[in-house]
């Protein structure tokens, strides 16, 4: 769970001059700024070199700071001192002046100011995906599709990048924190001559939308006015070359993403993740259940003051016994200080598992009988024990293996859970369930059917496996490891009919036998770990281009027994300085362990 403040001081990026000084400037400012720093430097492309080397995010602005700021300042052409003052911070995308004022950042936002500063918060949402909920052009009046719009970024930034921020539709200091390293383009009004990350931001819209073709260097010359009024143009609003509020609306409609990243160029690949962490083992300490599948991290969304399951707090689900006997486990084990806990010991071969904004997880149990046929879905409470109607039993239910939660409540959509059975090939999704009644409440529907599936057995079997569901779209990704594919289904959360197979984005090498599926959210790529050769792959949903590929476990696969096979759950989260985080478990070692850079 990352938390970008920490111990911090809390000081708005932008509302004092960063010096090298003694004692150390410390603060949220410094960090946003180095932050900003390495961000822009995955994303440019300067045609003068590179701007410098990544420095480490502390909050601390130390000799490397300094430099970055000099780096910042000779590569755009402005007084080169090291110190990041209103000039610096301008090229940075914070303007103090933009739009008449206050200074974004320097008050709280909500309902009902009105101001230059909540121009930029609209633009700065307008440019992503927000834009669809704001509906209109900034104007300044903190309403309520903004503050709609807020809750979305919010819920973005909570379940997709594990921040730990306010749900609460208002701008406050976290949230300022989150918007600035992540929001990047929007501050000010952009036209040739103009600049900066946020220009930079700019051409990584415009290329990834097919506008522009150049360098992302953040310099606005000629070819960048070109491609900003050809897309004017082909959106039918005043093509004049510059970026005002208008044009970022228009942006944001045709561009619905809540990262920064060139499509061509992704930020933040898994290639680029180097280090494997052994955080701790998986095997349960009374019964001695083993071979981990499932992995999550759970939310912050629900009230952890006397629950067991706190914020931040990574699970997992053992599938065999400690005999190795393949789905005669039972446990989830809760991971604190290194060492695995038990959690819950009433599972029946506990496969995928999910965990919803009230702390509530679901478990996909294939059942203890091979074949499949005493299958069925479990809800356990955020203190570890089953709920009075937590067995949902339904006569669909076939081999129960991938489990996800759709986080319903924060994007204005019914709240759901889904599974997949890899027996059948089939999706099922669950609606208007309520505790402790879960069996009685759920209503059941089949959404997807027609995926490949293989086998008779838990040792034999593969199928529908790993999923993820975005809000854009409303769409489900689904791993087959009986076909080696990644598919979608849309709209999952309101289909009143079988959506079927949906469609394939991605089918063949070097999928091999996917399993767990996770989500990148700074660049949207797709995750998935394959059991056939225990390599994590990441593939672009968007173009359905592969983008990287990593070995996670050096041990040979046998194709035919499986044996080897270390990689089932795979999942993807931020650190508190915003680096991305892979967590995986391996069966080879029980263990879940973290890739980092």
């Avoid at 300042?73 to 080169?80: A, D, E, L, P, R």
């Avoid at 110190?83 to 974004?104: C, E, K, L, S, W």
């Avoid at 700065?124 to 599709?145: H, K, S, V």
């Avoid at 937590?390 to 759901?416: K, S, T």
């Amino acid at each position: 769970m990352g938390n970008f403040a920490g111990q911090l001081p809390r000081v708005s990026f932008g509302s004092r001059v960063l010096r090298l000084k003694r004692p150390l400037l410390t603060g949220t400012d410094v960090k946003v700024f180095q932050r900003l720093y390495n961000t822009l430097l995955e994303l440019m492309n300067p045609p003068n070199g590179p701007m410098g080397s990544p420095i480490p995010i502390t909050g601390v602005f130390d000799r490397e700071s300094q430099k970055a700021a000099a780096n910042i300042q000779s590569y755009f052409g402005i007084c080169v001192d090291g110190i990041v003052g209103p000039q610096t911070y301008r090229v940075m995308g914070q303007d103090n002046h933009a739009y008449g004022g206050p200074a974004f950042g320097s008050r709280n936002l909500a309902a009902p100011i009105t101001g230059g500063d909540v121009i930029v918060l609209q633009n700065r949402l307008n440019c992503l995906r927000y834009a669809t909920i704001l509906n209109q052009a900034a104007t300044g009046d903190f309403d309520t599709p903004t503050s709609k719009a807020v809750l979305a970024f919010q819920g973005d930034n909570i379940v997709y990048r594990h921040w730990d921020i306010a749900f609460d539709g208002n701008v406050g200091p976290d949230t300022f924190d989150i918007l600035w390293i992540t929001a990047i383009t929007g501050g000010r009004t952009l036209h040739e001559g103009i600049n900066g990350f946020d220009t930079a931001g700019l051409q990584v819209i415009l290329q990834n939308l097919g506008f522009y073709s150049g360098r992302i260097d953040g310099y606005f010359g000629s070819v960048t006015r070109h491609a900003v009024k050809h897309f004017q143009e082909a959106f039918g609003i005043t093509a004049d070359g510059i970026c005002g509020p208008q044009t970022f609306y228009a942006l944001g409609r045709s561009n619905p993403v809540f990262w920064y990243s060139a499509d061509a160029f992704p930020r933040g690949r898994i290639g680029s993740l180097s280090h494997i962490q052994v955080i701790s083992s998986t095997i349960d300490p009374v019964n001695g259940d083993q071979n981990p599948y499932g992995v999550l991290l759970a939310p912050n969304t629900f009230d952890d003051t006397n629950t067991i399951l706190k914020h931040g707090d990574l699970l997992v689900s053992n599938i065999n016994n400690a005999n190795g006997v393949m789905g005669l486990g039972s446990t989830l084990e809760r991971i604190v200080n290194g060492r695995p806990e038990r959690f819950f010991a009433g599972a029946m071969a506990p496969i995928a598992i999910s965990t919803s904004n009230l702390g509530a997880t679901w478990i996909a149990d294939y059942g203890f009988a091979p074949d499949g046929s005493q299958g069925l879905v479990q809800v356990i409470s955020p203190n570890g024990t089953l709920f009075s109607g937590g067995d949902i039993h339904r006569d669909l239910f076939d081999g129960p293996w991938g489990m996800q939660f759709n986080f319903g409540e924060f994007y204005g959509l019914p709240v759901a859970f889904f599974s997949t059975n890899v027996l059948s090939g089939t999706i099922d999704r669950f609606t208007e369930f309520h505790p402790p009644d879960f069996n009685e409440d759920s209503v059941t529907l089949q959404i997807g059917s027609g995926f490949a599936h293989v086998g008779t057995n838990i040792n034999t079997v593969f199928g529908p496996q790993g999923m993820i569901w975005l809000p854009m779209g409303d769409a489900l990704y689904i791993a087959d490891g009986a076909d080696n594919s990644i598919s979608v289904l849309a709209p999952v959360s309101t289909a009143q009919t079988d959506l079927g197979s949906g469609l394939k984005i991605y089918q063949g090498p070097p999928l091999n036998k996917p399993a767990g599926l996770g989500f990148n959210p700074e660049n949207g790529n797709l995750i998935a770990v394959n059991q056939g050769d225990n390599r994590v792959i990441e593939i672009n949903p968007r173009t359905g281009q592969l983008v990287s590929a990593r070995l996670l476990d050096k041990t040979p696969v046998n194709p035919v027994t499986g044996a080897g096979s270390a990689l089932f759950g795979v999942y993807v989260a931020l650190d508190n300085n915003g680096e991305l985080l892979v967590y995986f478990t391996n069966d080879n070692t029980n263990t879940v362990n973290v890739l980092t850079r």
